[in-house]
């Protein structure tokens, strides 16, 4: 049996054509990084707040809901920030985890026109194991670990830079 030469030389090109439409759709929906969005002052009466999450190789990529007093407000994307501006007044601030540890959520007191920095940070091997079963390494298992998440204040300083650089989820 034989192969025609035009049918080894076609297959390559459909294979690059895959990847530079794959790449060029991945750009297309990328969101654009905070620094070049237009950021609107915060509403008369409100105070805004901004929830980031910078990461490092080994953080989770998981999405998990950002809370405040119980309510869902954003989601928590790895290399993202966004805002929410809410009435003066007091909240819990918290991200739907796992893991479960002291000093993980916040509560604050918001006054109208203040501008607030949530940093979320993840501790992926808060609760892990390596190998199989026994934990010997040896079984076959696997490795896991489970997201843990943490809210941190930042000040504005500091958070703005960071901030500037991630890719902007929206307000």
Same mark, same amino acid.
């Given at each position: *049996?034989?192969?025609?030469?035009?049918?080894? $030389?076609?297959?390559?090109?459909?294979?690059?054509? =895959?990847?530079?439409?794959?790449?060029?759709?991945?750009?297309?929906?990328?969101?654009?990084?905070?620094?070049?969005?237009? &950021?609107?002052? &915060?509403?008369? @009466?409100?105070?805004?707040? %901004?929830? #980031?999450?910078? &990461? /490092?190789?080994? /953080?989770? *990529?998981?999405?998990?809901?950002?809370? *405040?007093? /119980?309510?869902?407000?954003? &989601?928590?994307?790895?290399? @993202?920030?966004?805002?929410? /501006?809410?009435?003066?007044?007091?909240?819990?601030?918290?991200?739907?985890?796992?893991?479960?540890?002291?000093?993980?959520?916040?509560?604050?007191?918001?006054?109208? =026109?203040?501008?607030?920095?949530?940093?979320?940070?993840?501790?992926?091997? %808060?609760?892990?194991?390596? @190998?199989?079963?026994?934990?010997?390494?040896?079984?076959?298992?696997?490795?896991?670990?489970?997201?843990?998440?943490?809210? %941190? $204040?930042?000040?504005?300083?500091?958070?703005?830079?960071?901030?500037?650089?991630?890719?902007? #989820? =929206? @307000?």
């Amino acid at each position: *049996m034989s192969i025609h030469p035009t049918i080894l $030389l076609r297959r390559p090109q459909h294979a690059v054509a =895959g990847i530079v439409l794959l790449a060029t759709a991945a750009c297309v929906h990328s969101p654009p990084p905070v620094a070049s969005v237009a &950021i609107p002052p &915060i509403p008369a @009466g409100e105070a805004r707040v %901004w929830f #980031y999450r910078p &990461i /490092d190789a080994y /953080d989770s *990529m998981a999405t998990p809901y950002i809370r *405040m007093n /119980d309510q869902i407000v954003a &989601i928590s994307e790895p290399l @993202g920030a966004s805002y929410r /501006d809410v009435p003066p007044g007091p909240y819990h601030i918290t991200v739907d985890s796992y893991g479960k540890d002291f000093n993980q959520d916040k509560d604050v007191q918001l006054a109208a =026109g203040q501008e607030l920095y949530a940093k979320v940070v993840s501790l992926r091997g %808060w609760v892990s194991t390596t @190998g199989g079963a026994g934990g010997d390494g040896d079984s076959g298992g696997g490795d896991y670990g489970r997201n843990t998440f943490y809210v %941190w $204040l930042i000040p504005a300083e500091t958070a703005r830079a960071e901030i500037a650089r991630s890719a902007f #989820y =929206g @307000g």
